[in-house]
């Protein structure tokens, strides 16, 4: 009998079905049962990991009753990330979010108070914690590398979120375009739009990168294109005690990062005062420069050790010894992030710096 029950909650968020196979495939958990109010949506998945007919879920109050689970998947709308964590909280279990954290700081703060009185842990994943060259580009800043770290400059997105599936997907332009009037990905009231779902990793990891340290203000502008209500490209500056910092994303990239990295490159620039690291999504090596070699090199990219190769493994890993999750995927830091993103947004919005959120 697998020693981790996971139940999966809401196939909103593509990812869903990758964090799944992820699930399956590590020795120790099992998929206990999954939930969505469409059954078609868990169709793919059904098939793919052979859920048999009394784990899967179209009632949330059912599938909970069917429990006990040791931990949820939660890949609802944005905006829904507070009204479930909520409804997760009463069941004695761990919360395993899908990025973005929230759909604002207040829905980050609900989702932590609702989690602080059970002793389960709640977690946010960003997927890009798991790129090799951005985990070693932040071990390269640590160890000193660059000297302080003063910038980070992130660019990212894709093509648009309805262009792949679980596992990557893809889907025809043509059936892009007939999703999009419906999908929540493009609805404001659900949390959609690329500020909210790409500039939270450039955020948090860039939070993570900077030990912490939050910014002084934010100026942020957005796209704004006729017929669409949620923007398509943001670009915010970040101003911090000592150095700027600029969060870029994009849905409409030339291609996607994991296919055929496009133009801008998709990943993260450091600068510090003895050097800098170019970290491409999906790189195989970071390029740096440093005062004592000033030229470019690359530094190949460092494996992911045992028990942090993905998200899944990495939870269950601190789970079993019973630690907190850390860096990215931690409430507090992420926090943080939130503010970033929602200082983005109301700067967007006015049309003018703001200071940092409270």
């Not at 070693?136 to 770290?149: R, V, Y």
């Not at 079993?320 to 947004?345: F, K, N």
């Amino acid at each position: 009998m697998s020693r981790f029950r996971i139940v999966g909650i809401s196939f909103d968020h593509m990812h869903m079905g990758d964090l799944l196979r992820m699930v399956e495939e590590h020795p120790e958990a099992e998929i206990a049962g999954i939930f969505d109010p469409d059954r078609s949506r868990m169709q793919a998945a059904i098939d793919a990991f052979g859920i048999t007919e009394d784990r899967v879920f179209t009632d949330f109050e059912a599938c909970m009753a069917a429990g006990p689970y040791d931990m949820a998947l939660l890949c609802v709308a944005t905006a829904n990330h507070a009204e479930y964590t909520e409804k997760l909280a009463a069941h004695d279990l761990h919360v395993f979010v899908e990025k973005p954290f929230a759909a604002s700081v207040g829905d980050a703060r609900r989702m932590i108070t609702a989690m602080e009185p059970t002793g389960k842990q709640l977690i946010i994943n960003w997927p890009l914690r798991w790129v090799e060259s951005h985990v070693t580009a932040k071990h390269l800043i640590d160890e000193g590398l660059i000297g302080e770290l003063r910038e980070v400059h992130f660019y990212d997105g894709n093509r648009g979120p309805l262009y792949h599936l679980a596992d990557k997907v893809e889907v025809s332009p043509e059936e892009v375009e007939r999703q999009k009037p419906q999908s929540w990905w493009y609805k404001k009231a659900a949390g959609g739009g690329a500020l909210l779902d790409y500039m939270g990793y450039g955020a948090t990891l860039g939070t993570w990168y900077m030990n912490g340290e939050a910014p002084l203000e934010v100026t942020c502008t957005v796209d704004e294109t006729p017929g669409i209500e949620v923007d398509q490209h943001a670009i915010a500056i970040c101003r911090f005690a000592k150095g700027l910092s600029k969060l870029e994303t994009r849905w409409g990239t030339f291609t996607d990062p994991w296919t055929t990295q496009p133009q801008p490159t998709c990943g993260f620039v450091f600068v510090g005062t003895d050097g800098t690291i170019a970290s491409p999504d999906y790189a195989s090596h970071v390029t740096v420069q440093t005062r004592a070699r000033p030229e470019r090199h690359e530094i190949p990219v460092r494996p992911l050790p045992e028990g942090e190769r993905n998200a899944i493994e990495y939870v269950l890993s601190c789970i079993d010894r019973g630690a907190q999750v850390e860096g990215p995927l931690s409430p507090e830091l992420c926090l943080t992030a939130q503010r970033i993103v929602d200082t983005a947004v109301l700067s967007a919005s006015e049309k003018r710096t703001m200071g940092l959120v409270p």
